[in-house]
């Protein structure tokens, strides 16, 4: 179960944090992702990690200002987002699966386990 929260109205240039914690017992092979949803838009890939926390990689829109990172005592996944753009405006959803392997961390199919959503709005 994923329980993902930090979502809100900010401006351009601003930064938000989401975080999503996993329940459970993760283990460090566990993938985890974030994806997003913009209005009218497919759900497309952001960000994604083992929580072992060694294989990071992103989306190429997001790339040098979004960061994932994973906290394993408080099992929670974090995305750090710097410098917010109207374009990021979507509803942001955390997903979490045991059997992914490395070359399909970025496959929306890839993930069993979603959280519900939370709404990032950037205002210009």
């Known amino acids: 179960q994923l329980q993902a929260s930090g979502g809100g109205l900010v401006q351009a240039g601003d930064s938000l944090r989401l975080s999503c914690v996993v329940s459970g017992r993760p283990s460090g092979r566990l993938a985890v992702a974030w994806f997003r949803q913009a209005p009218g838009k497919g759900r497309e890939f952001v960000a994604a990690?083992?929580?072992?926390?060694?294989?990071?990689t992103y989306a190429e829109s997001v790339k040098g200002r979004f960061t994932i990172s994973i906290d394993n005592a408080k099992k929670t996944v974090y995305l750090q987002m710097n410098n917010l753009r109207p374009e990021d405006t979507a509803v942001y959803y955390c997903?979490?699966?045991?059997?992914?392997?490395?070359?399909?961390?970025?496959?929306?199919?890839?993930?069993?386990?979603w959280g519900q959503g939370t709404l990032v709005t950037v205002s210009s």
């Open positions: 990690n083992r929580f072992s926390g060694n294989y990071a």
């Open positions: 997903a979490a699966s045991a059997s992914v392997i490395l070359s399909n961390l970025r496959s929306r199919t890839a993930y069993s386990n």
